[in-house]
């Protein structure tokens, strides 16, 4: 069983910085394929990014060049780096991974408002 927790999230303004951190339980972390994904008031959830076990990353179009995702296994944790943040980052973000079955974090809220 693999729990996820989200940290890091708050209201920024518009061209702001924030980091995500998402710190996960069980011991096969580095195994873990690792995203994040956001979900908007009345929109459908959104793939953001997502980091494998060696270290590739991919991003949305929305965010690329913009969010960093990365990973420290001997943290057992996964980041997601956010510069020069829009209002239309303003979402709920959540953690996901991957190893046997799909695993979710509960959240982290993100404004970005003036």
């Known amino acids: 069983q693999v729990q996820l927790v989200e940290s890091g999230g708050g209201l920024v303004q518009p061209g702001g910085s924030l980091r995500l951190s998402c710190a996960a339980s069980?011991?096969?972390?580095?195994?873990?394929?690792l995203a994040w994904y956001r979900q908007a008031p009345g929109e459908q959830r959104e793939w953001v990014a997502r980091?494998?076990?060696?270290?590739?990353?991919a991003y949305a179009d929305s965010v690329r060049g913009r969010f960093t995702i990365s990973r420290d296994n001997a943290k057992a944790t996964v980041y997601l780096q956010m510069n020069s943040l829009k209002p239309a980052d303003t979402a709920v973000y959540y953690c996901f991974a991957s190893y046997n079955r799909p695993y979710w974090g509960q959240g982290t809220q993100v404004t970005v408002s003036s």
């Open positions: 980091i494998t076990t060696g270290d590739n990353t």
């Open positions: 069980g011991s096969r972390f580095s195994v873990y394929t």
